[in-house]
């Protein structure tokens, strides 16, 4: 059975730099795209970034530039780098693994930004 856990969330300064986990357990890693999405209090969820089985990465807006997401095949790991983050980046941030028919979300992690 597939599972994720997040972690590397806390409380940072505006302009500081968080990087958050994703660590996957199960079999076929690569074979996953591996998503991170946040929800902040009273919004929508809404996707931060994506990485496909191949590498290739997708960004939202309100991110590119300040945010990189990558992966370690070898460690079944998916990382978030974030810097330069602002009070608005703070939300619950959650991993996806999606590889049909397999849909698996984390519990989450908190990011809040306040000076």
């Known amino acids: 059975q597939v599972h994720v856990v997040e972690s590397g969330g806390g409380l940072v300064q505006p302009g500081g730099s968080l990087r958050l986990s994703c660590s996957f357990f199960?079999?076929?890693?690569?074979?996953?795209?591996v998503a991170w999405y946040r929800q902040a209090p009273g919004k929508q969820r809404e996707l931060v970034a994506d990485?496909?089985?191949?590498?290739?990465?997708n960004y939202a807006g309100s991110v590119k530039g300040r945010s990189t997401i990558s992966r370690d095949n070898a460690k079944n790991t998916v990382y978030l780098q974030m810097n330069n983050l602002k009070p608005e980046d703070t939300a619950v941030y959650y991993c996806?693994?999606?590889?049909?028919?397999?849909?698996?979300w984390g519990q989450g992690t908190q990011v809040t930004v306040s000076s």
């Open positions: 990485i496909a089985t191949g590498g290739s990465t």
């Open positions: 199960g079999s076929s890693f690569s074979m996953y795209v």
């Open positions: 996806n693994a999606v590889r049909f028919p397999v849909n698996a």
